[in-house]
Every structure is written in C-alpha cells, then in structure tokens.
C-alpha cells in the first residue's frame, strides 16, 4: 500500500511535479464554482479527467493517448452540442471552457501550457460571477485568486514551500489592491450590453408574467425571493396604501387573464394635476426579465427611460436585464383615469361568448338590484364577504368554467381566484373592469429603512372604472381577509404551505434575518449596482460634478501613478542586511563594552586588539585572536563564515571570563 | 538603428563596467510575451465584464490589472542593488569552455531569485541568491582560437515572480581570459636534450644524471623503470628514474628546428603538447620562439610562461 501512494516518477519532471501540482488547484478552484450550474454528465467527466491527472501525478499512472484525448474532445463538444443546443453562447461557452480547462491538465509540457492553464483560471473566476455574485462567492473566488497567483509564482520560480508562495501571492495582490479600488470607483462605466447578448445571458427568473390563471400568483407565493426594494424619502405610508402595481390584465378567455391592447400602448402624458401628497421614493428593483417596473399607485413622476401605458403601468422599452434603481413620486390616494378612452372601457367590459352561466346569471342579479355601478361593487363585495370563502394557498384544481366552480363549488382560493372572479362578475354586471397584477406590502428592514418586498408579497387585485371617479381600486381579498392587507402571508392559517420567511416573528431571529438582508442589499446597491448612476452619485458626493471620461481617466490615471510612486518608493528603499561577520564582530564590541574598554569607530581591530592588551592584559588573548579574525576575513580573503562563527565563540568566551573575574 | 538603441540603453547609468552594484538607472523593464498575452486577456475580460454588466468582473479585471503593476516592481526589485563582481578566469586550452565566473551579491534581507545569467556565445544559467549570501555564476564561453578572450557583456535577466514582466541589466567583465594552444594530439616524443646546442648554448659534459624518481607512467620507457626498486618491493608501483640534463643536456622546445612542413599553428600545437610532457615528465626545458626565448626552468610557473608565449605568439598584444 504504501508502495502504491508513493509517488513515483512521472512524465511531470518536465515541469516540476511541484508545477504540476499547482496548476492542478488552479483547475480545481477555477472550477469548483462552475460545479452547481453545469449539466451533470459535464460535471462528471470534468471530475473523471481531473481525478485521472490526479492519478497519473501521484501514483503514477499512465497518462491519455493523442488518440484519446481527441475522441474525448470530440465526445464532449458533441455532448455540449447536444446539451444546450448550440456551441456558443454563454453556457456552452463556459462548458467548453470547463473542459478544455481540465484537458490542459493533461497536456502540461512546458511553463507556457502552465501560463495557458493559469489564464483560463483567472477567466474561469470570471466567468463564476455570471452565476453569483454574492458576497460568500465573492470572497471564495478571491481567495481562488490567491491561489491562481501563487501557482504563476510557482511557474517562474525556484521550488518553494506552499506557504511561502501563498504569502508571496497574497501580498501582492494586497499591493495591488489599491488600484482596483481606484479603477473599480472611476473606472467609466458603460451602460448595456456592447453586443447583442445570447438568448440565456439572463436565465429563467421568477416574478410576475404577463398573464394569470389559477394558481399562477399562489404558486410564486411560495419563493422567498426579493423582488425589489423600496425606500422612501419621507414618512412610510400607510401599509394599506402599498400596492405596488404591475401588469395589468385586461384580456379573458375563459380562463386565463392576459395584457390587452392598452398595454401596449404606451406615451401617455402623466397625469401631472394628481390631487394629494406626494411620496417620493426609490425603488431597486432585482432583475426579472420582463418590460415592466413597479411603482405605487398612482405613480406621478418616472424615471427618464421609463414610460406610461394606456393601463397606467410603468415599462421600458428594453426588459430588466440588471439590478437597477429608478426614482418615483406616486400620490396614494389618487384615482387617474375619469376620462377614460371608450375603447378601452369596452375592452373592460369584454367577456368570452359563453362560459360560467351560474356567475353570469349572480352578475345579472346584481344589476337589476342596484341603481348604479357604485352599488353593484359593494353588492359582489358584500357578497364574498358574507359567503364562507376561503383564502388558502393551496386550493383545489378547477376545471372548466372555473369561475362558476370555484364561486358556488369550491371557494376556497388565492387572491387571483379572487381578483379574476370578481372582475368577471363586474363585467357581467356591465361595469368596465380589470386584473392588476403587482405586489402588496412588504417589510420594513429597521436596519437600513429599505423596505423588502418578495415575490411571496404578489398579489392581484382588481379595478373597476366608475364614471365619478375614474378607476378605483378594489381588493376582493382584502374583504375575505383583512388581515392579508396589514399582514401579508402570515395572516393565513398555520396549515398553510407559507414561505418561512413571510411567517418569521419578532426576535433575534428576525433581527438577524434584518441584519443580513441589509448588509445583502448594501452589497447589492454599492457594489454589484454600481453603474453609470451611482458612479455619478458618489463623484458628486466628492464634488465631481458631471465629469465626463476625460476627467474622470485622468483622475484615475493620476490616481493610480500616485499608488505607483508609492510602491516604487516601497521597492527602492534599501533592506541592508549585515553581513554576519560584521555583525559577530559588532557583538563582540559590545560585549567588550561592559568591561570597560569599548571600541572606538575610528579605530581598527588590530589597533584596537594592542589597546586592549595593554590595558586589560587578561583579555589580551581573546581580543587579538578576535581582532585577527576579522581582519584577515575582512581584508585577507578568509571565509567570512568560519571567521563569524569563530568570532561568535570568542564572544561566549568572553563572558565567561567576565564572570570569573 | 537597433544596434545604436541597444548600445544607448547599455550606456544609460555609466558604462556597465565590474563591479558594479545594480541601480535603477541600469535595469531596464518589459513586458514578457506572456505579459502581453495577459494584457489581451484582460481586455477581453474587460470586455465581457462591460457586457455583462459584472461588478464583480470589473473587480477581478481591475485586480489583475494592478497586479500587472505590482509584478513590474517586485521584478524590477528581484534585481535592484544585485553587486556584481567577477573572478579571475583560469586560461583554458582552445576548445575547451572558458570558465567566465560572476559573483552576485544579495545585500538585503530578501530572497533573489530565477536570475538569468547569459553571455552572446554562452548557455545561459540561472541562479537565486539566499538574504546576505554571495553566490557565483558560471558561465562557459566555448573558445576556438589561441590568444586573449574578452567575454561579451553578461545580460542579468529576470521574471520573477510572476512571469508577465522581465527586467534586466548588463555587466561587462573586464579581464580577459588566456586561451592556450590546443596541443597535438598525435604528437611525436619529445626530442633529446640536443647536444649539438651544447657547445653554442651553454657547454659541459653532456652527461645526464640520475636526480630521482617519480611513479610510472605508460608512456616511459621501459629503460628508464627503476627494476631494481621493484625487484626490492615487488608490491610497489612501478617507478621510473628521472635524469636530469646537466649543463650541455637542456631540453630545448625550438619553433625553427621542427620539420619545415608544418605550418606555424601546427608548430604551435606540438609545441604546446611537448611542453605538457615535459612538465609532466618533471623536465627542465626551454622554449625558443622565433624572437624570443624563454630559459630552461621546470615547475608549473615554467610551464604556465611557456604555454602563455605560446598563446600569444604572433598576435598583437
């Protein structure tokens, strides 16, 4: 056995097995990260090669054949090609890179097939933030960066210990970490993609689609992801004033809500005479694919490269590709839209031919008992109210006619089972009515004041349009449960499948799940969303105001010359080291010192050894034997070595005697 | 244009004359092409970094772009405040490598290390110098010809630590290396102590007398083995007598007396070989070169003069 884990020699003598071995960790933290986000059969064979080049260092087994290494690389481009459907593009490419990474590992014959592994490491580390950028992944790879360093070290250099050459690679990467601040902060930051990016440069995220149907809000309930967050420049308002409106569905096909027309249409003037206060706030909206923003209702101010659609939502043109922070005013208490289009109105009252007759027929009933459409609201929120409906994450499947099955059958249901019937009944009823999509709520993080808000806060809410007021808000949620509007999701019962965050008490617990969120969020906003913005943001906090990327070049090239003049100062200063002959021979004068006769500096050994003589005739011997010593190591040519060592016993001589006297 | 840029750059810092002790004026530094292969790539990472909008990338490219800058001074450091210094070479004969030993001295209390050492001509050697240590070099210069070599300039370069920027510094040695004749290989034996010079150079008997005895070589004759001392001590090595040519009996090493075919270097060579085996022979002997002599005399210091007038025989000085 042992035997067997002996290493052995190997074809690594070229390089060094030392080399060897670090361009094995180079591969090795290089690719760890990728390890979650690869398909697993890659993950697989990544391992397999690595454990095999591992195999053939260590106990030295044989290494691959051309022949083999080409089917392999063939076998893997094929198994790329096949997996993700295409060679480029972001994941295939970092795929590929996986591989050829790992292959290299097999072909290590020169200090330049290590350079060649060691920057594919470096791009590999890259390449792991497209993944995450969290602040533990953060530090992990920059602790890879250590490593990766070390191992370029290693390729130049003469053996050395491990440790040496991770303290070698940290301290210069401590050097060099002054200039990456100074460029990471003035460094001009371009907004957008330079080129079209692949289709999966963003992957499937979740959040709030353009269309509804039973279970499709209920369903991302369940993730605790942050949507965005919000802080407002003054006084929070009132948490039932915190509809956070998002896509608004005006199209019905029986049973799934989808955008209409007047979500397409999109420049209309913002209603800049909304009667109210204004809350004026920001919002940091976490990416999520689609067009739309989420503001307040009703929102008063945008930002620039947003606009306003027919259905009063807030979209880009572009979809939210990164993190990004937007400024709003909204006036809560608002209701925009007394002038409605009558298209649009009639696209509010359309409903499918035929379909849900029972709740058509309750929709006619309404009607006829009431006198306007004021009343026919309050009649079907009445009526939910007095009925035993019940608000449950989890409600039973519907079939068809899924209105009639769940307002006579089932009723138990989510806020879009809700939303979408009542809307249904408005229509029916002949009052112009829609599904607004959005999030309700959130949660105060008393850490920062950031307001969280997360996809378990989605919520759907309906809007009928009444000639007096314009659009009005109604939320048939809120009038089965009340609670729902002040408590978010732990108002349900405990039976229910509630995301453990939503239902987390007051406590350290909670506290803590505060503090992490907010050192979470300043990461985010200082750090991973420094863009354009917030680069101009924190230049004017330090009185550059509007530089342009000539000032801002120059800065930093001045900057970094300064970082430069420092650290070549650091390099130029002398570390004189005495040589050991001139420090033995110091000693001794020292020692020579407490018996009363020390050497003068003018005067030279021999000179000095005759004065002690005829002083002190006792230490005659010593001094002379020294003093001869070192002026023949020092002018004679004699080893230097010998003579300090010697030196060094005289001086242990010394103080024995002085002891004895 | 190239030639006249080298030889500016050489000058920068007084001329690069040992010893010298490595200042700032006289290291001069570059990127590597791996230096520029990483620049690429930092542009392209850059690029990706933008196009994804990856704080993090910005972060990690920035890093390894300062760490580029780090790498030029702890480069340009590796060789700062070097001393330098040279040995004296020892002669050699043509063919054989001249031995052209620096000496590098570590002043500081940090490591050197991966210095290149390397002369037009030479292979190149690496060393790394321990805090406080003296190290030497050696660099082996081929040689082809008899005569004085003066070594090209010593180029001092190095990589360390990262590989991205090399830094380097001349010296240039001063002393000159004595490259002695080649001697003949197939060489004829040495000639008898000439009699015929006898009466013109010094006069006497002619006698040779017994002076000692060494250990035996192959190459003696069996005539001159002690037998006797054998036949006492069987066990022993074999011993040869030595004579000495007492007055009229000098071994003279003639340039003019060899035979008239041979060409002046090839006189050289034999000449160069017969003083070998005489001086291994324990020999007195003298050395007549067309112009000059040199009296008879044995011992290494003999042998060194002899074979330095050869090596510089018919050359400008």
């Known amino acids: 056995m042992m035997q067997l884990l002996r290493p052995r020699a190997t074809k690594d003598e070229a390089l060094g097995r030392a080399r060897v071995a670090w361009l094995m960790a180079v591969a090795a933290c290089a690719l760890a990260p990728h390890a979650e986000y690869l398909p697993p059969w890659l993950d697989a064979v990544a391992l397999l090669l690595f454990i095999w080049r591992l195999a053939q260092w260590h106990l030295g087994w044989p290494g691959a054949s051309r022949a083999v290494k080409i089917l392999v690389v063939i076998a893997c481009c094929a198994g790329v090609a096949l997996s993700f459907g295409r060679l480029f593009g972001r994941e295939p490419g970092v795929a590929l890179l996986t591989l050829l990474l790992v292959l290299k590992l097999h072909e290590l014959r020169s200090v330049r097939d290590g350079h060649t592994v060691v920057l594919l490491g470096y791009f590999m580390l890259l390449a792991a933030f497209l993944d995450s950028q969290e602040p533990a992944i953060a530090v992990l790879l920059f602790g890879s960066m250590v490593v990766i360093t070390a191992a370029l070290i290693a390729l130049t250099g003469p053996p050395a210990a491990v440790g040496a050459l991770l303290r070698r690679s940290a301290f210069m990467l401590l050097q060099a970490t002054p200039f990456m601040l100074v460029l990471f902060v003035l460094f001009p930051r371009v907004p957008g993609p330079l080129w079209g990016l692949p289709v999966d440069a963003h992957g499937a995220r979740s959040g709030l689609s353009d269309s509804m149907e039973p279970g499709s809000i209920s369903q991302l309930s369940l993730s605790g992801e942050i949507a965005f967050r919000a802080r407002f420049d003054g006084a929070l308002p009132a948490r039932r004033e915190l509809y956070w409106r998002g896509p608004v569905l005006t199209d019905f096909d029986g049973r799934v809500w989808r955008q209409g027309a007047s979500a397409r249409q999109v420049g209309r003037a913002l209603p800049g005479s909304l009667e109210g206060t204004r809350t004026a706030y920001e919002i940091t909206l976490e990416p999520h694919g689609k067009p739309w923003l989420f503001a307040l209702e009703s929102v008063a101010a945008l930002p620039a490269d947003a606009r306003i659609t027919d259905d009063w939502q807030v979209v880009r043109r572009d979809v939210v590709r990164d993190r990004r922070r937007d400024r709003f005013e909204s006036v809560t208490s608002a209701r925009p839209g007394r002038d409605e289009w009558s298209g649009w109105l009639k696209a509010a009252r359309q409903l499918p031919a035929s379909g849900n007759p029972r709740a058509r027929a309750l929709a006619q009933s309404l009607r006829d008992q009431a006198d306007s459409d004021a009343e026919v609201v309050a009649a079907a929120l009445h009526l939910f109210r007095r009925e035993p409906y019940v608000y449950t994450l989890t409600p039973p499947l519907l079939g068809s006619d899924a209105v009639d099955q769940f307002m006579f059958e089932t009723r138990r249901g989510f806020c879009e089972h809700y939303a979408g019937a009542f809307v249904f009944l408005m229509r029916a009823a002949g009052v112009p009515a829609r599904v607004v999509t959005g999030y309700l709520g959130g949660e105060l993080n008393p850490v920062d004041n950031f307001i969280v808000v997360r996809q378990s806060e989605a919520h759907a809410w309906a809007e009928v349009w009444l000639a007096e007021e314009g659009w009005r808000r109604v939320d048939p949620t809120a009038a089965i449960l009340p609670e729902r509007v002040e408590r978010g999701l732990a108002a349900l019962p405990s039976s229910e499948p509630v995301p453990f965050a939503a239902r987390l008490d007051a406590g350290w617990l909670r506290a803590l799940r505060h503090r992490l969120d907010a050192a979470n969020n300043a990461w985010n906003q200082w750090v991973l969303s420094y863009d354009q913005q917030k680069q101009r943001e924190l230049l004017a906090r330090m009185g550059m105001q509007q530089p342009d990327w000539q000032t801002l070049t120059a800065w930093m090239a001045s900057l970094c010359a300064a970082f430069a003049i420092v650290l070549t100062l650091w390099a130029l200063r002398r570390q004189r080291r005495e040589d050991p002959l001139a420090r033995a021979w110091r000693t001794f004068g020292k020692r020579m010192a407490r018996t009363g006769l020390p050497r003068e500096d003018w005067e030279g050994p021999l000179d000095y050894a005759a004065r002690v003589a005829r002083q002190r005739p006792e230490l005659a011997g010593i001094a002379d034997a020294a003093a001869t010593l070192y002026a023949a190591a020092r002018y004679g040519g004699a080893d230097a070595a010998t003579a300090a060592r010697d030196i060094r016993t005289l001086t242990a001589s010394l103080r024995r005697h002085r002891t004895r006297t | ?317």
């Open chain 2, 1 to 317: 244009m190239r030639e006249a840029l080298r030889r500016w750059l050489a000058s920068l810092g007084g001329p690069p004359e040992l010893p010298l002790t490595l200042d700032r004026r006289r290291i001069f530094v570059l990127p590597t092409a791996v230096g520029l292969v990483w620049g690429c790539a930092l542009v392209a990472m850059l690029l990706t970094a933008i196009n994804y909008s990856l704080s993090l990338g910005f972060a990690l490219v920035f890093m390894l772009a300062g760490l580029g800058q780090v790498a030029l001074l702890h480069t340009f450091r590796n060789l700062l405040a070097l001393e330098l210094d040279e040995l004296p070479p020892q002669p050699v004969f043509a063919g054989q490598p001249a031995r052209i030993v620096i000496a590098l001295g570590n002043p500081e209390s940090r490591p050197r290390a991966a210095i290149m050492l390397s002369m037009p001509g030479a292979p190149p050697v690496m060393v790394d110098i321990a805090p406080g240590e003296r190290r030497t070099a050696e660099l082996l210069l081929p040689t082809q010809r008899r005569g004085w070599l003066a070594p090209g300039r010593v180029r001092l370069e190095t990589r360390y630590p990262l590989g991205l920027i090399r830094a380097w510094s001349y010296a240039q040695p001063r002393r000159r290396c004595l490259v002695w004749p080649s001697p003949e290989v197939r060489r004829p034996a040495l000639p008898p102590a000439d009699a015929g010079l006898v009466g013109d150079r010094a006069g006497g008997d002619g006698l040779d007398e017994f002076f000692g005895l060494r250990d035996h070589r192959a190459a003696d004759s069996p005539r001159h083995v002690a037998w006797k001392a054998w036949a006492r001590a069987p066990d022993a090595p074999l011993l040869t007598k030595q004579f000495e040519g007492r007055g009229g009996g000098e071994l003279w090493l003639d340039f003019e007396r060899l035979p008239a075919d041979l060409a002046p270097e090839q006189r050289i060579a034999r000449l160069t070989g017969w003083v070998l085996d005489a001086d291994v022979a324990g020999l007195q002997y003298g050395l007549a070169l067309p112009g000059q002599g040199l009296a008879p005399a044995a011992g290494p210091a003999q042998r060194d003069e002899a074979l330095r007038r050869l090596a510089l025989y018919g050359l400008p000085s």
